[in-house]
Antibody
Framework: QVSLLQSGAEVKKPGASVKVSCEAFGYTFTVSYIHWVRQAPGQGLEWMGWINPNFGGTNYGQKFQGRVTMTTDTSMNTAYMELSSLRSDDTAVYYC???????????WGQGTLVTVSS | QSALTQPASVSGSPGQAITISCTGSSSDVGSYNYVSWYQQHPGKAPKLMIYEVSNRPSGVSNRFSGSKSGNTASLTISGLQAEDEADYYCSSYTSSNSYVFGTGTKVTVL
């Protein structure tokens, strides 16, 4: 059964960085892109970008370019998303999701709450 | 990239059918058959319900169906059940090689 397991909740101060992990189970990690999506409290979903675990290629959403770095460790079947220069409006649940075909996300990780507060 | 437009809320009685619209532009929904739909219960991760406009993943009830006309995609839930009460989001691939989600729709079963 395909599943994604994310790291636990984080509390960070403004200006700091956070790194969230996403470990994949039940499939060959390198055959599917991993997307990252976030959801601020009470708000909708926002796509952040994807990484190709096979070659490490990335595609970041324009809003996050310069602040986000997505990486993978294929030996551990794990993807990482690091967001720097954190602001209070970065407070959100961050999800990883496996890419399906060209256009869908399935399954999703359980989510990681990142709280940015002084 | 602006979010796709969905109604904030839709409601229906058990057994009824409801439809949720998702309006984009010629840069996303109108140009690609890469629209997907997700169901999200409170405090839970989203779940894929429809992919590539009208395809249902294994395990998803056939009460869920999708379609598209021009720049607007739609999700229909027939035979509405209490367990269908949740938030629903559409998503589309875009001409900028990115992805955009809809604003989200809260479905209430009366």
């Amino acid at each position: 059964q395909v599943s994604l397991l994310q790291s636990g909740a984080e509390v960070k101060k403004p200006g700091a960085s956070v790194k969230v992990s996403c470990e994949a189970f039940g499939y060959t990690f390198t055959v599917s892109y991993i997307h990252w999506v976030r959801q601020a409290p009470g708000q909708g979903l926002e796509w952040m970008g994807w990484i190709n675990p096979n070659f490490g290629g990335t595609n970041y959403g324009q809003k996050f370019q310069g602040r986000v770095t997505m990486t993978t460790d294929t030996s551990m079947n794990t993807a990482y998303m690091e967001l720097s220069s954190l602001r209070s409006d970065d407070t959100a649940v961050y999800y990883c999701a496996r890419a399906g075909g060209r256009s869908w996300f399935d399954p999703w990780g359980q989510g990681t709450l990142v709280t940015v507060s002084s | 990239q602006s979010a796709l437009t969905q109604p904030a809320s839709v409601s229906g009685s058990p057994g009824q059918a409801i439809t949720i619209s998702c309006t984009g532009s010629s840069s996303d929904v109108g140009s690609y058959n890469y629209v997907s739909w997700y169901q999200q219960h409170p405090g839970k991760a989203p779940k894929l319900m429809i992919y590539e406009v009208s395809n249902r993943p294994s395990g998803v009830s056939n009460r869920f169906s999708g379609s598209k006309s021009g720049n607007t995609a739609s999700l229909t839930i027939s035979g509405l059940q209490a367990e269908d009460e949740a938030d629903y989001y559409c998503s589309s691939y875009t001409s900028s090689n990115s992805y955009v989600f809809g604003t989200g729709t809260k479905v209430t079963v009366l």
